[in-house]
Structure formats: structure tokens, C-alpha cells
């Protein structure tokens, strides 16, 4: 398993969650690291990331309400999550761009995908 996310659950709103995400060893010369999600009946959308080009961005829709950070030491990407609203019920999934070091080849990467429901 590359990637392996952590921390959803059922939330009530106006909560708060933090999710984790911990990169594999294996993945090196990462420049991208963030957070998307997609809720029932819906595309998948970029929540945050952390770019080497375009720096730290967030989605209008949580602007405020989440920070993103990072260990590049335990290769893990962090997405705090506050003042949780129903409309942010999905299921979140990691994101690294990043270089298998075995194969040496670029790759993008996704998680799992975890669970967040906030009720009303």
C-alpha cells in the first residue's frame, strides 16, 4: 500500500476532524501532496494541497475552515478540518505526486479514500 489514510468519521456540524495521510518510503521527490474529496453524486474536487510550484492552495469552500500540513520526515500530509458543515460530507482521499524509487518513474498516487459525514 502506497498511501494509507486515516481519520474520517461521523461528525456533528460544527465539529472538527483531522485526517492523515502517510506515503509509502518508497515514494521520494514528491512536489505534490494534498487532500480531494468527492461527495455522493458529485466529481472529485481538490480540497488542499501542497505544491512545489503553486505553493499551499485551498478550495474556496473550506478557505478558513482548513489547514493543511505536513511531516516530511514521516512522508505524512495532515488536513485539519474545522466548524465541519453537512455539505462536506464525503470521502476524502490523499493525493502524492512523487517518484517510485524502485522504478524511478513519476507516478501519481491515491489513498484509499476515508469517510467524513457531518449531521445536521
Known amino acids: 500500500v502506497q498511501l494509507q489514510a486515516f481519520g474520517g468519521g461521523l461528525v456533528q456540524a460544527g465539529g472538527s476532524l483531522r485526517l492523515s495521510c502517510a506515503a509509502s518510503?518508497?515514494?521520494?521527490?514528491?512536489?505534490?501532496m494534498g487532500w480531494y474529496r468527492q461527495a455522493p453524486g458529485k466529481e472529485r474536487e481538490l480540497v488542499a494541497q501542497?505544491?512545489?510550484?503553486?505553493?499551499?492552495s485551498y478550495a474556496d469552500s473550506v478557505k478558513g475552515r482548513c489547514t493543511i500540513s505536513r511531516d516530511n520526515a514521516k512522508n505524512t500530509v495532515y488536513l485539519q478540518l474545522n466548524s465541519l458543515k453537512p455539505e462536506d460530507t464525503a470521502v476524502y482521499y490523499c493525493?502524492?505526486?512523487?517518484?517510485?524509487?524502485?522504478?524511478?518513474?513519476?507516478?501519481?498516487?491515491w489513498g484509499q479514500g476515508t469517510l467524513v459525514t457531518v449531521s445536521a
Open positions: 493525493y502524492v505526486f512523487g517518484r517510485d524509487s524502485a522504478t524511478r518513474r513519476l507516478n501519481n498516487y
Open positions: 518510503a518508497r515514494i521520494t521527490s514528491i512536489t505534490v
Open positions: 501542497f505544491s512545489s510550484v503553486t505553493a499551499t
